[in-house]
């Protein structure tokens, strides 16, 4: 191993991991803050099966919901997110910057580069999970909380070679292929299944032990912060994280190093045969750059081709199993408190617009939302500043203002288009599971995830027009997205603090129960309003401004 | 400033928080002149190109291209310019055709047989991904890019970076013919040889302000040139250094060698006066002495 290598990448990746951690920490105590302010009897009353579900101990009320939604539920996803992020760069992030030659003429194994690699990312996700393994234990104290019985050093052991797990699977994927975004598509795509996978397959009593089948089920099911650790499901993430660790470096090791190269794609041999010229050069060619807001388009259709599927896929699977599970959840529901579903969108968990709300609406279709939106709004400006070539771009006659607005206009396409992909998911599976859903109102409330998504797209254009960074747009813009759904989903739980849940953008996405009431007009009006005034701004700022200049 | 003028910046001047990227820039270039703006790195070129784009804005002073002036007209100045950035980048998912057609779509609409005409001078291949060419091949593309409007004046900015000599060559005669037609080319760029060869003026950038701005001709005939004489006999050095302008006198058998930026017509009397002189060989300074002479006065 390289001291130097291992401290360079431990510098150049130690970021992401750190914020996440140091935010999970935040959250953790503005949870258990929230929640000691409001009466918790209510958690004696969920079903038995619902509070081991999400890790809720016995009489460990106020820490049992911060713990079981902060930690294990998104924040375990966070933190396997920005692992397998890391482990995903490793190697090929090096070639895609094309310094991998460089850094290879010295004197350095590829085996030993690999692994000092791979040691930077263990270190960095170590030290990360100390963070939130201190935070996990401080908070309760601070805040005076009673935990219980719940073991947080289990938790956080338990997270931290499961976000491992997926860090290094992204690790071999980027070892063999040398593409770090195939690397982060697939482990992230394996992530979401195998999380999805794990929450679903056991209320089904057919499928329940295919669960074991997805990695996630051996950090969830052991259920840690309940019964400790569990030596056997640790060992099995921890003997798949160092397999994918060792197939990673044989990888290195067995193949040709990419240069900067970008490759060739199906379509590219399309264009090359003569046969199918023509139609791929409508496809690839002169159409794809007739505009900026079309080039733009055809810079992120990947974006599209991975998210909208899925979506459409999610959406209609919710409602023939809401027909399945019909009266199982009907007499769950009358059992929830209506506190506890806001967190999750709110909504009648035995209606089918309820389950709709919590399964999909509540955070999954605006999520998808806004990864498009932000990524298109940071790459819209920021991005193009970033790869030096808005300098060439601006050289021929288009104003400043003409390229805000035509890259805003592909992401209002993109955003519509998920929307759309949206709409005919849970319409479809409305149809399928003979839900009677209000067509109207499935539109109205997949317009407003819309509306929604292009606020903080036009945000991370606003962030990228003011300073021309892309981390101070994405990361900016997603931080935003986070603290606003937080203060949406736990303000209103305390009387005395509900009122400011009005801040938050995501009030105006589902407060008015849109799938039961139409289309909130006056909500739709301030999403709208917020963007266009961002996109405003965005043009403002931009004009302003130096052209920042890379290398 | 007369209509002539293309190219013209009045106390331009960039900080960058406190540091000085661009001082007090006065400058004039006519119409159909090649200006070649040399300077070490850092010295300020870059940023005075991107001023003049309207990429970066000037912290005081002002600047016009074509009498339109570069922040305020800036979209209508981008109509009649052709420019190539420092370290070019392009998009690397793009062919060069598909590069080329979306800058000509932004100007609605380009001269094909002139570009493929332009491609096939510099023997680019345009059916590549930009993402899969070398740099030099890239460059070419960028080249192609910049020309392909005919416009009336170029912003080149190192635009020779990766050109093989025969390519250079090829572009250093496009550069000659355009200003033939009338444009004119800003031409930012350490091939020194490049610069001497093409270029009618040069201006000289250090640390951000402007040293000197000569005809090169002027800079060379006006520099230090190396003078070697031979004699019959041992001539002591001694002889020749009261003459003014001499410098660096060496000696040895019947060879004399000296710097020398004075009048020849003395040098030779005293050379012939007591002496018989054999031979003479005088070298003219190339421009890399004159540019390493200004720069070395910054030390």
């Not at chain 2, 040139?225 to 019947?254: C, M, Q, T, W």
Request: aromatic letters at 8%; glycine letters at 10%.
């Amino acid at each position: 191993m390289y001291a130097n290598v291992f401290t360079k990448t431990t510098l150049d990746r130690w970021k992401p991991p750190l914020i996440a951690a140091v935010s999970l920490g935040v959250l953790l105590i503005f949870g258990m803050a929230v929640y000691r302010g409001i009466d918790v009897s209510f958690w004696d009353e969920l079903p038995e099966a619902f509070r081991s579900v999400f890790g809720i101990p016995d009489g460990a009320d106020v820490g049992g919901l911060a713990y079981g939604a902060i930690y294990s539920g998104y924040g375990m996803l966070t933190m396997a997110a920005v692992a397998l992020a890391g482990g995903a760069v490793s190697v090929a992030g090096e070639e895609k910057n094309g310094t991998i030659g460089l850094l290879l003429g010295n004197p350095v194994s590829r085996t030993n580069m690999a692994l000092s690699k791979a040691a930077a990312l263990v270190a960095v996700t170590a030290v990360a999970f100390i963070i939130l393994w201190l935070a996990g234990v401080a908070t309760p104290m601070v805040l005076d909380v009673e935990i219980g019985t719940m073991d947080v050093n289990a938790l956080v052991v338990m997270m931290f070679v499961n976000a491992l797990f997926y860090g290094m699977f992204a690790f071999a994927l980027s070892g063999w292929t040398g593409k770090s975004s195939v690397a982060a598509g697939v482990s992230a795509g394996v992530m979401v299944v195998s999380f999805i996978a794990v929450g679903l397959l056991p209320l089904i009593d057919e499928v329940a032990g295919l669960a074991k089948f997805f990695p996630w089920y051996y950090f969830s099911s052991g259920e840690p912060v309940l019964n400790g650790i569990s030596w056997g499901d640790f060992a099995i993430l921890a003997v798949g994280t160092i397999a994918f660790l060792v197939i990673g470096v044989v990888g290195v090791n067995r193949r040709d190093l990419r240069s900067q190269s970008v490759g060739t794609k199906m379509i590219d041999r399309l264009r090359a045969n003569p046969m199918t010229h023509k139609a791929a050069e409508m496809l690839a060619g002169t159409a794809r750059v007739s505009k900026i807001w079309i080039k733009t388009a055809s810079e992120h259709q990947a974006l599209l081709y991975v998210i909208v599927p899925v979506l459409f896929l999610m959406s209609v699977m919710i409602g023939p199993m809401f027909t399945m599970l019909d009266d199982t959840l009907k007499s769950l529901g009358e059992q929830f408190p209506e506190e506890l579903l806001s967190l999750f969108g709110g909504g009648d968990m035995g209606t089918p617009e309820g389950f709709y709300q919590v399964e999909m609406f509540g955070m999954m279709i605006p999520i998808c939302v806004l990864v498009v939106t932000i990524v298109i709004g940071t790459a819209a400006l920021a991005g193009e500043e970033k790869r030096n070539t808005m300098g060439l771009l601006l050289a021929n006659p288009v104003r400043r203002s003409t390229i805000v607005v035509q890259k805003t206009l592909t992401m209002i396409l993109y955003a519509v288009i998920v929307g759309l992909g949206a709409f005919l998911g849970v319409a479809a599976g409305s149809l399928l599971g003979g839900l009677g859903m209000d067509m109207g109102n499935i539109a109205a409330t997949c317009a407003l995830a819309t509306l929604l998504g292009l606020a903080f797209g036009a945000l991370a254009l606003a962030l990228g027009a003011a300073t021309g960074l892309t981390q101070i747009a994405s990361y900016g813009a997603v931080g935003v997205a986070v603290v606003a759904f937080i203060i949406n989903g736990f303000l209103p739980l305390n009387d005395s603090t509900a009122a400011w849940a009005k801040v938050s953008p995501f009030y105006y996405y589902l407060s008015s129960d849109p799938l039961i009431n139409g289309m909130p007009w006056g909500h739709a009006a301030i999403l709208a309003g917020l963007f266009l005034i961002l996109v405003a701004l965005s043009v403002w700022l931009f004009q302003r401004r130096d052209l920042r200049q890379t290398g | 400033m007369t209509n002539n003028v293309a190219i013209h910046t009045q106390g331009l001047t960039k900080f960058y928080g406190k540091v000085e990227a661009l001082v007090d820039l006065n400058l004039d270039i006519v119409r159909g002149e090649i200006f070649g703006f040399l300077g070490p790195n850092g010295a300020g070129k870059t940023t005075t190109i991107r001023t003049l784009m309207d990429e970066i804005r000037p912290t005081t002073g002002s600047a016009t291209i074509a009498g339109l002036d570069t922040h305020t007209d800036s979209v209508e100045i981008r109509n009649h310019i052709g420019y190539i950035p420092g370290d070019l980048a392009m998009y690397p998912n793009l062919t060069g055709r598909d590069t080329l057609t979306y800058f000509s779509n932004l100007r609605g609409g380009v001269d094909w047989t002139y570009v493929d005409a332009l491609a096939a001078r510099l023997e680019a291949d345009l059916s590549k991904k930009v993402g899969d060419l070398s740099t030099g091949n890239r460059q070419k593309v960028g080249i192609i890019q910049a020309f392909m409007n005919k416009p009336q004046v170029y912003m080149m900015d190192e635009p020779s970076a990766g050109l093989d000599p025969l390519v250079q060559r090829e572009f250093q005669g496009m550069m000659k013919e355009a200003a033939a037609d009338g444009a004119t080319i800003f031409l930012s760029s350490h091939t020194l040889s490049e610069v001497q060869r093409v270029a009618d003026r040069v201006g000289i950038i250090r640390t951000g302000h402007l040293v000197t701005v000569e005809g090169v001709q002027a800079l060379r005939s006006k520099a230090i040139r190396r003078v070697d004489l031979y004699f019959d006999n041992s001539v002591d050095a001694s002889v020749f250094k009261p003459i003014d302008g001499v410098r660096d006198v060496e000696s040895r058998n019947h060879h004399v060698s000296l710097s020398f930026d004075g009048s020849m017509e003395e040098l030779l009397r005293v050379a012939t006066s007591n002496y018989t002189l054999t031979d003479i060989n005088t070298q003219e300074a190339d421009l890399e002495e004159i540019f390493l002479t200004y720069y070395r006065e910054a030390v």
